[in-house]
């Protein structure tokens, strides 16, 4: 009664229209997710990797600014970097470059960094860092090790 298939006279069952429905439906959703569930573990993990090296390029400017007496005046102190650090960074056997924002925040308000780092034998170098007020009041940083930057943007 319940039964959806029907006897073809030699002791098989065929399956219903409905069922093969069914079947081709569910073949299709595994396929889709057995082809985009990679994309999307392939697509995380280089987003996390790129976070992990916005990071670093980030940590030389994110120092300028809590050693700078204008940007503490502004923030109060402790300043923290904020999330998500957005740009552009370009690393090849330990050299690169990067061009990054990066937010900031403090007790007495935020704002955000700009900066353009280099990347010497694995070192990071914040060749230029501008902190940016939420006011819009411009404060130029003066970073540690800047002379040794080859090129400025």
Known sequence: MGDRST???TGTH???TGDAVVRRRNALVLAVVLCLFPALILGALDWFMGSARRQAAAEPAIFAAQSSDAVIARLGAPISGGWPIAG???SRGGNGSAHLTIPLHGPKGSGRLEEFAQQQDKLWTACTAEFVASDGER??????HAEACTIHP
């Open 7 to 9: 006897a073809d006279g």
């Open 88 to 90: 552009k960074v370009a």
């Open 14 to 16: 065929r399956m219903s």
């Open 139 to 144: 404060i130029r940083l003066h970073p540690v």
